[in-house]
């Protein structure tokens, strides 16, 4: 089991930036490609972006593509979610996942694991 949660989130100006993380327990994260999904209200989860095991691979929604940088330290057990240039339409409450690829990690259903979410909130 890995057990996976999510800080940084808040509330932020439009143009601005935050910075989530992710921390894992109960299982090296190394073994796993990792990802960021978001919830906006009366909308369903979207993929945002994820990570392959290594780092080495990376891959971005287009709505994000250029703003959003996503990062791991397989040493710290942690990912993070560089966002810069927020805007409005980002706010939603962010979720970590964990999966075996990055293809598996866009396929939502066949996630392995997820965070319990944190809340972006911007401000026009």
């Known amino acids: 089991q890995v057990q996976l949660v999510e800080s940084g989130g808040g509330l932020v100006q439009a143009g601005g930036s935050l910075r989530l993380s992710c921390a894992a327990s109960?299982?090296?994260?190394?073994?796993?490609?990792m990802g960021w999904f978001r919830q906006a209200p009366g909308k369903e989860r979207e993929f945002v972006a994820a990570?392959?095991?290594?780092?080495?691979?990376?891959s971005y929604a287009d709505s994000v593509k250029g703003r959003f940088t996503m990062s791991r330290d397989n040493a710290k057990n942690t990912v993070d979610l560089q966002m810069n240039s927020l805007k409005p339409e980002d706010t939603a409450v962010y979720y970590c996942?964990?999966?075996?690829?990055?293809?598996?990690?866009?396929?939502?259903?066949?996630?392995?694991?997820w965070g319990q979410g944190t809340q972006v909130t911007v401000s026009s």
């Open positions: 990570v392959s095991w290594s780092g080495g691979s990376t």
């Open positions: 996942a964990a999966g075996s690829t990055i293809a598996t990690i866009r396929t939502i259903h066949r996630v392995d694991y």
């Open positions: 109960g299982r090296t994260l190394s073994n796993y490609a």
